[in-house]
């Protein structure tokens, strides 16, 4: 069966850096966009990032823009999250999921087939 496994989270302070890791498992990877999301206590959860298949096309949600980035190495069948300049307010479960086919409407959780259990991070300040 698809297995999405996240790791790499943890608690940091204000300023500082994380990079999580996404292994897949039971798909074909390089033929799925994989995305980032994540849900803050009390929130729900919302969209961070997304990769198409090739890696050739990114989007970011405008409050990560310029300290997130997302990357893919489809011959490890993993995607990562490259988290700088961390704030309190990033302090959420980050969850990996798989859509396909295609890189559409990669920021409605409605467009992914499959979903991670989710890593914590929390920042403090």
């Known amino acids: 069966q698809v297995q999405l496994i996240e790791s790499g989270g943890g608690l940091v302070q204000a300023g500082d850096s994380l990079r999580l890791s996404c292994a897949a498992s039971?798909?074909?990877?390089?033929?799925?966009?994989m995305g980032w999301f994540r849900q803050a206590p009390g929130k729900e959860r919302e969209f961070v990032g997304s990769?198409?298949?090739?890696?050739?096309?990114?989007d970011a949600a405008d409050s990560v823009k310029g300290r997130f980035t997302i990357s893919r190495d489809n011959a490890k069948n993993a995607v990562y999250l490259q988290m700088n300049s961390l704030k309190p307010e990033d302090t959420a479960v980050y969850y990996c999921?798989?859509?396909?086919?295609?890189?559409?409407?990669?920021?409605?959780?409605?467009?992914?087939?499959?979903w991670g259990q989710g890593t914590q991070v929390t920042v403090s300040s």
């Open positions: 990769i198409s298949r090739t890696g050739g096309s990114t």
């Open positions: 999921a798989a859509a396909y086919p295609g890189f559409t409407a990669t920021r409605l959780q409605s467009r992914y087939n499959y």
């Open positions: 039971g798909l074909t990877f390089s033929t799925y966009t």
